[in-house]
């Protein structure tokens, strides 16, 4: 995208609020990849989508150091819960002491370990499921988390379109959006925010007669 376009998004994108602001701010200056941290307009997105399906119930695989989980904690309906899960234990350890030092903290449940493992030991439905971690298993978290959403529910993927190279030969995202594209069961959108966001969501079986 134009950066001119990227800039003049972000110019009329609410601002964050000073918490999120602040672990923003100690991404960028504490991690070796603050690009992996959703940007304003795509916090804001995730945030509008909470909003939409009054969620009480949100997954998160991916959670980097809590950014994105705060993010959506800030929205939820009251008593509701971010469920997120993270492999890296220095992730982990990072986003617990965001979530301590965040009003909205006490609203994560954060769950360490392989999310393709852990992801078998929930249960649903979640309103709302936000994956960005490893790529190459798109497919296998599509599969895992489809069963736990609401009928009600979305997914949204992120980074599908890897800068341009999902449109290439052999990209495995772009092999996933294909997949995706390709599935009778749910309906999607691709969205040209950020590195690229797909929705995705439970198509209604049909109606008898």
Same mark, same amino acid.
Request: glycine content about 8%; proline content about 7%.
């Given at each position: 995208?134009?950066?001119?376009?990227?800039?003049?998004? !972000?110019?009329?994108?609410?601002?964050?609020?000073?918490?999120?602001?602040?672990?923003?701010?100690?991404?960028?200056?504490?991690?070796? +990849?603050?690009?992996?941290m959703?940007?304003?307009?795509?916090?804001?997105?995730?945030? $509008?989508?909470? #909003?939409?399906?009054? %969620?009480?119930?949100? /997954?998160? !695989?991916?959670?980097?150091t809590?950014?994105?989980?705060?993010?959506?904690?800030?929205v939820?309906?009251? +008593?509701?819960?971010?469920t997120?899960?993270?492999?890296?234990p220095?992730?982990?350890?990072?986003?617990?002491?965001?979530?301590?030092?965040?009003?909205?903290? $006490?609203?994560?449940?954060?769950?360490?370990?392989?999310?393709?493992?852990?992801?078998?030991?929930?249960?649903?439905?979640?309103?709302?499921?936000?994956?960005? %971690?490893?790529?190459?298993?798109?497919?296998?978290?599509?599969?895992?988390?489809?069963?736990?959403?609401?009928?009600?529910?979305?997914?949204?993927?992120?980074?599908?379109?890897?800068?341009?190279?999902?449109?290439?030969? &052999?990209?495995? !995202?772009? %092999?996933? &959006?294909?997949?995706?594209?390709?599935?009778?069961?749910?309906? &999607?959108?691709? /969205?040209? !925010?950020?590195?690229?966001?797909?929705?995705?969501?439970? #198509?209604?079986?049909?109606?008898?007669?």
């Amino acid at each position: 995208m134009d950066p001119r376009i990227s800039r003049y998004a !972000v110019e009329h994108t609410s601002p964050l609020d000073p918490g999120l602001e602040a672990i923003a701010r100690a991404t960028r200056d504490q991690t070796d +990849s603050p690009g992996m941290m959703s940007g304003l307009v795509e916090a804001r997105l995730l945030q $509008t989508l909470v #909003r939409l399906a009054q %969620a009480s119930r949100v /997954l998160e !695989v991916g959670t980097f150091t809590g950014f994105g989980a705060l993010a959506m904690a800030e929205v939820l309906q009251p +008593s509701g819960t971010v469920t997120t899960l993270e492999a890296d234990p220095d992730n982990a350890a990072l986003a617990r002491a965001h979530f301590a030092a965040h009003p909205s903290g $006490t609203r994560v449940e954060l769950l360490t370990g392989d999310a393709l493992e852990l992801l078998k030991t929930l249960t649903g439905p979640f309103d709302l499921a936000y994956v960005d %971690a490893w790529k190459s298993d798109y497919p296998a978290y599509f599969e895992l988390v489809l069963p736990l959403l609401a009928a009600h529910g979305i997914m949204v993927f992120d980074n599908v379109l890897r800068q341009g190279r999902a449109l290439e030969e &052999n990209d495995p !995202v772009g %092999a996933f &959006n294909d997949m995706i594209q390709a599935d009778a069961r749910v309906g &999607n959108a691709l /969205l040209t !925010v950020g590195d690229g966001v797909l929705l995705v969501w439970p #198509r209604e079986p049909p109606r008898a007669g």
